[in-house]
């Protein structure tokens, strides 16, 4: 207890502020489920939530036990019915949300929130017309940087370039692949787009080796 103590000193505990709000009857069942948790601290409840009708229940959870927690409320219904809320919490000084994270199965730092992950690479990964914007710059960056041997060019490209985005929704989420042909279909007609510019360069220059 004392080690546990002296480490609270010199590290804050990584959790994440849940807010609930769902029908009344559910009360009881959800905060049993909140409060059966080890990972799970500050739990409070109000009958606060106006639309729609019902509870505000609000409490602290370690990020290890944040999946868990999230797909009990599920089960209940309660992303139909009303909302599920979490946010980040940078300071917290509370030796009760310490212990609570002492007590969560797992490490912080491994712990993957698969909702957040979801919906990040889901916004990640629309098309818009900025996306598009950024695509056929990065695509015609590269072709420049090929066609004038410069790696440095080649390198800005892979930086402009938004691609990552649907790569890491492939990954949790097929809808991305039609992205991903889009990426494929703007490279050739930006390459195009290049190569009707090219007598902008040198011919002796397209015609050298780029060992670069």
């Given at each position: 207890?004392?080690?546990?103590?002296?480490?609270?000193?010199?590290?804050?505990?990584?959790?994440?502020?849940?807010?609930?709000?769902?029908?009344?009857?559910?009360?009881e069942p959800l905060i049993d489920l909140l409060t059966g948790n080890p990972g799970v601290t500050h739990v409070f409840?109000?009958?606060?939530?106006?639309?729609?009708?019902?509870?505000?229940?609000?409490?602290?959870?370690?990020?290890?036990?944040?999946n868990d927690v999230v797909d009990g409320l599920k089960k209940f219904a309660v992303k139909e019915r009303g909302a599920i809320t979490l946010d980040f919490v940078d300071t917290v000084l509370s030796t009760r949300a310490?212990?609570?994270?002492?007590?969560?199965?797992?490490?912080?730092?491994?712990?993957?929130?698969?909702?957040?992950?979801?919906?990040?690479?889901?916004?990640?990964?629309?098309?818009?017309?900025?996306?598009?914007?950024?695509?056929?710059?990065?695509?015609?960056?590269?072709?420049?940087?090929?066609?004038?041997?410069?790696?440095?060019?080649?390198?800005?490209?892979?930086?402009?370039?938004?691609?990552?985005?649907?790569?890491?929704?492939?990954?949790?989420?097929?809808?991305?692949?039609?992205?991903?042909?889009?990426?494929?279909?703007?490279?050739?007609?930006?390459?195009?787009?290049?190569?009707?510019?090219?007598?902008?360069?040198?011919?002796?220059?397209?015609?050298?080796?780029?060992?670069?």
């Amino acid at each position: 207890m004392a080690r546990a103590y002296a480490r609270q000193a010199v590290s804050v505990p990584i959790v994440l502020h849940l807010r609930v709000i769902a029908p009344t009857e559910l009360r009881e069942p959800l905060i049993d489920l909140l409060t059966g948790n080890p990972g799970v601290t500050h739990v409070f409840h109000r009958d606060a939530a106006i639309d729609p009708r019902g509870d505000e229940i609000t409490a602290d959870i370690a990020r290890e036990s944040a999946n868990d927690v999230v797909d009990g409320l599920k089960k209940f219904a309660v992303k139909e019915r009303g909302a599920i809320t979490l946010d980040f919490v940078d300071t917290v000084l509370s030796t009760r949300a310490y212990r609570a994270e002492e007590e969560a199965e797992g490490e912080p730092a491994d712990a993957v929130i698969w909702d957040e992950l979801v919906s990040r690479t889901r916004e990640e990964s629309t098309l818009t017309a900025t996306y598009l914007t950024f695509l056929c710059i990065a695509c015609m960056l590269a072709a420049v940087g090929v066609i004038t041997d410069s790696p440095v060019t080649i390198v800005g490209a892979m930086v402009v370039g938004p691609e990552f985005g649907p790569l890491a929704a492939l990954a949790v989420a097929a809808q991305s692949a039609a992205q991903l042909a889009v990426n494929l279909i703007g490279i050739v007609v930006a390459g195009v787009l290049v190569l009707w510019v090219r007598q902008l360069v040198d011919r002796r220059q397209q015609a050298r080796a780029r060992p670069l």
